[in-house]
């Protein structure tokens, strides 16, 4: 793999990380029952995520125009980080539509009193 490659590599591995960490506090802040801060926390995470798939997606379209590319335990490792990635930013934003109909439950019972 050249040099540029493992530049790709790198790049998905720090886009999917920060994407992943995003959604971890998006959590965070849900069970805080900071919704709003939640919400755009995932919106970053999203956004992150996209900038790591754009470099799979370049990779997917090289090898696609016949560019062969080289697997290696590092494009593999950055694979995996882009999969946890996508992963939590579905169960971030589950949690976070739970944690906004608690919230909003909560309000509904204190009105009832």
Do not use: P, W
């Not at 125009?65 to 694979?79: K, P, V, W």
């Not at 995996?80 to 169960?91: G, K, N, Q, Y």
Request: proline residues 0%.
């Amino acid at each position: 793999m050249k040099d540029e490659k493992y530049d790709i590599a790198f790049k998905m591995i720090a886009d999917a990380g920060d994407s992943r960490a995003d959604s971890i506090y998006a959590i965070q802040e849900a069970q805080k029952g900071n919704i709003e801060i939640a919400k755009n926390l995932l919106l970053s995470a999203k956004k992150k995520m996209q900038n790591s798939h754009k470099f799979q997606f370049d990779l997917i379209t090289a090898e696609a125009n016949g560019n062969s590319i080289e697997i290696n335990i590092l494009l593999i490792h950055a694979e995996d980080h882009l999969s946890m990635a996508t992963i939590m930013i579905d169960v971030a934003s589950a949690f976070i539509t739970n944690a906004e109909q608690i919230v909003e439950l909560k309000e509904r019972c204190e009105y009832l009193k």
